[in-house]
């Protein structure tokens, strides 16, 4: 075993630590669920294993969530993401901006001709274009998890597409407005 294998095992148990956690947690409520129900306790027995579906939910959506901000940020970016009180903030080396999470209409992945993602937030505004290769944007799918209906999954299948252009992955119902989900124009070179 080389020495680099305890850094690469420490640095895979840290990053699927919530998956993991959840996972152990629901096989010991649900374990102790089914030794109750055998020795005759329905009511804790049931409740406990009642926490272990959710315990087993809870595994399910960290892995995807986990899985969506790798697939998503595989190649990195220029710039940094930070998310503080509900608000997002992007600040690249040219593109930048702050979108509250409640100012946000619609959601999309765009695919460049490089092969780069970019998360586009659309509001009444021109859409706030995030890398998905930023640094700090695999916090972004945490932030967007909380919009009503968001579909993690849905996000995860979108970057399963090998073909460039958007993809709208989440809309706000019931707020009409225009919003645009193309990514922004580049800036062009003065010369």
């Given at each position: 075993?080389?020495?680099?294998a305890?850094?690469?095992l420490?640095?895979?148990l840290?990053r ?36 272990a579906?959710?315990?087993i ?6 892995y ?27 600040f ?22 490089d ?23 695999e916090?972004l ?10 579909d993690?999954?849905r996000?995860?299948a979108a970057l399963?597409?090998?073909?460039e252009?958007s ?25």
């Amino acid at each position: 075993m080389s020495a680099e294998a305890p850094n690469s095992l420490l640095t895979a148990l840290r990053r699927y630590a919530e998956p993991l956690v959840a996972s152990v947690i629901a096989v010991l409520l649900a374990r102790a669920g089914v030794l109750g129900l055998l020795a005759g306790g329905t009511l804790w027995a049931v409740l406990l294993l009642g926490v272990a579906v959710g315990a087993i939910l809870w595994a399910f959506t960290a892995y995807l969530r986990l899985r969506l901000a790798e697939r998503a940020g595989r190649k990195r970016a220029a710039g940094v993401l930070s998310i503080q009180e509900e608000r997002i903030a992007y600040f690249g080396p040219e593109i930048g901006g702050i979108r509250a999470l409640d100012e946000i209409d619609a959601v999309a992945l765009s695919r460049g001709p490089d092969g780069h993602w970019t998360w586009l937030l659309a509001g009444r505004d021109e859409p706030l274009a995030i890398p998905a290769g930023a640094e700090g944007a695999e916090a972004l799918v945490d932030a967007l998890a909380i919009l009503p209906g968001f579909d993690t999954a849905r996000a995860l299948a979108a970057l399963s597409r090998r073909a460039e252009g958007s993809v709208t992955v989440w809309e706000r119902r019931g707020r009409a407005g225009p919003h645009s989900l193309s990514p922004p124009e580049e800036p062009q070179a003065r010369g």
